[in-house]
């Protein structure tokens, strides 16, 4: 008479199998898990563009970030009024959480890309719909000289520019109408940004990070500023 195993030895029989497969695939043992975050969208600053945040974003991903949650923003005009860029922000905000069925969205901007974000939450954030706001090299309380001046994005960087009396009247880090799901504010910024002096980066109510050596664009690639965004997000 032939004897049959359990079914019970049979199912960690297969148990024993699937897992010698899994830990013997180099590829597997590669993989890392994807964590489970808010998409994030990207806002350039003052003639940049999408484009500027390839190495941070690759640095997400090997981080565990999807890739299909980061997305860009490219303006209509890269020199343009924050007002302006804040309504096209707005517009993309929404087209991602339609596109991701997520309700909330972190936000990673670079210098005057910052002061679009601010606007777009000081007047637009109807929805509530940030959770997480990153600036890096921001001119949060303008750029002296008149480097920038001509057009309506440089005008606005003044120091002494009615959009930023107006945008810094008030509360710098607007919490949101939400009580129970505050935004939270980091500016990151560098003493050897040679174009944003890192003393118009503070916010008040955000968590300020300083660094020493990274230029204005090189704050997007450098690996202690990518460590402070990840962690931030986290």
Not at 26 to 55: M, Q
Not at 69 to 89: K, M
Not at 103 to 121: E, N, Q, T
Not at 180 to 208: F, Q
Request: hydrophobic share 35%.
């Amino acid at each position: 008479m032939t004897t049959h195993p359990s079914s019970a030895l049979l199912k960690l029989s297969v148990i024993l199998f699937l897992f010698l497969l899994f830990v013997s695939n180099p590829a597997f043992l590669r993989a890392k898990p994807t964590v489970d975050k808010n998409p994030i969208i990207f806002v350039h600053g003052y003639g940049g563009s999408g484009s500027s945040f390839a190495t941070l974003q690759s640095y997400l991903i090997d981080q565990g970030w999807n890739k299909d949650d980061l997305y860009t923003v490219n303006f209509t005009d890269h020199f343009g009024s924050n007002v302006r860029n804040a309504a096209e922000l707005s517009y993309h905000i929404e087209m991602v959480k339609k596109r991701t069925g997520k309700s909330k969205i972190d936000l990673i901007a670079h210098s005057m890309g910052g002061l679009s974000v601010r606007y777009y939450l000081e007047h637009m954030n109807t929805h509530d719909s940030i959770d997480h706001v990153i600036t890096l090299g921001s001119p949060h309380h303008g750029i002296p000289g008149d480097r920038f001046k001509g057009t309506d994005g440089g005008n606005e960087m003044a120091p002494t520019s009615t959009f930023l009396a107006q945008l810094n009247k008030n509360d710098e880090t607007p919490d949101g109408s939400n009580r129970d799901h505050i935004i939270r504010y980091t500016s990151i910024y560098s003493k050897g940004d040679k174009v944003v002096p890192y003393l118009s980066s503070p916010l008040k109510g955000a968590n300020n990070i300083q660094v020493s050596k990274p230029s204005h664009v090189g704050i997007l690639s450098d690996s202690l500023v990518m460590s402070y965004v990840a962690e931030a997000l986290r």
